[in-house]
């Protein structure tokens, strides 16, 4: 069947939330919606309901200028404080159940991200990194708790782009991804549980470094 093309608000929300995403579009810019309109060669209505799902996602703001969203250390520690508490209950509750398939998938996350990193695939490493956490969420076959995580997801992904900084950086997370699920597959609940909580700590503290550096509030 032919497929139909997709609404220009949806072209413009993915192309903007990618110029976000790779940065072309900074945090805490203002943007003049009549410049970014010719750029992606639409009118102003389909850019206009574009902007109202990203704002409504939290990647851009209103207020009274359009700009891009520059997070806050307290909006950082406030995310984090959400992520440590449900992620760590959720590494420790599949220590619990997770089957040898489930085990595999996880498994096999780790062993490409090995490959996306000795590849110098920073991009794939990201998105490898962001998979990782997600699995671990959907393995709990919890719903509610899926759920959660997915509504800060876009704003995850926004922190995971700017922690990347760092030589070593992405060596390290994959080890600690490797520490969290080693506990995982000896079904130490506790400890896979701690892991995950000091492996989001670790993240939360070099993310605020960064912002420190780069001056934000």
Known sequence: MIERPRPFYEQA??????MIFEGKLKPGEQIAEAKLANELGV????????????E??????????????????KDVEEIYFCRIALESSAAGEIANTA?????????????????????LDHSKVISLN????????????????????SDLNNV?????????????????????HQQVFHFIKEGDEEQAS???????????EHLINIMKKNNFS
């Open 99 to 119: 089957s040898g398939e489930e085990l595999k998938l996880i498994e096999d996350i780790l062993k490409n991200t090995e490959v996306a990193l000795k590849a």
């Open 43 to 54: 009118s102003k209505g389909p850019l206009r309901e574009a902007i109202r799902v990203l």
């Open 56 to 73: 409504k996602e939290g990647l851009m703001i209103v207020n009274p200028r359009l700009m891009v969203y520059k997070p806050t250390i």
């Open 13 to 18: 929300y993915h192309a903007i939330k990618r």
């Open 130 to 149: 962001e998979k990782f956490h997600e699995l671990i969420v959907q393995l709990t076959h919890n719903n509610k708790l899926y759920k959660m995580i």
């Open 194 to 204: 701690k892991a995950m909580a000091k492996h989001l700590r670790s993240d939360l």
């Open 156 to 176: 995850i992904h926004f922190y995971r782009v700017l922690s990347y900084e760092g030589k070593t950086r992405a060596e390290n997370i994959l080890k600690q």
